[in-house]
């Protein structure tokens, strides 16, 4: 987790002779951002897991998987909001489950809790970790025209929700991963999906993965 307070990526261009900063239009989700605060998705060092999750944002249960098809969660909730949002953080790594060490590979925010997600299973956030916001800028109750300009055109679009899924194959990689380290290529996957109800979003998913 890193301090933050920005929550847009930009480019820098120039116009006229002036160097000037940009929005970029990009649906990849990389983290999301409470109040001053970053939680990166699938980050290469201790830094993005449960673990150093409940350090940061407080503790919280984390919740094992029924079964193999579901994944070990986290939840809080904002208690000095208008109105209640809920992020749950979200793993399929089998990672160390002594420490609670799972590598934090998406999240989804909303307005109630997900399915299959108790709302006495959610720790309260601090005032000091809203609002909440995609790194990116995408936030609940933003229009619809403000979710488009930030991730641009979705793949699908299936009765309210917004498909933004990509998937690519890096050939050169470098970081500190043991796959990077020894330059194994690896394959990327980033979805995001959102609920927009009547025009207005209600509902952010976001997942994140590099493997090899």
Known sequence: MVPSSNYSRTKQISMHGRVRSIPVVDSIVRGVILGRTK???DNDDSSSTFGALSRTLGTTTIVRPANAHEDFYACYTTVSTPSKEYIVFRSNDMGNTLSGDHRILGFTLSGRPPNGVKSSECAALGSEFVPIATENGIRLGMSEP???????KPKSVREGQYYFDRGWRVSKPTGTLSWRRFGHPYD???LLEVSVV???VTKIYAWYLESD
């Open 39 to 41: 939680v990166q998705i």
């Open 146 to 152: 403000e979710l488009l300009a930030i991730a641009g």
């Open 188 to 190: 990327v996957t980033s």
């Open 198 to 200: 009547k025009g207005v």
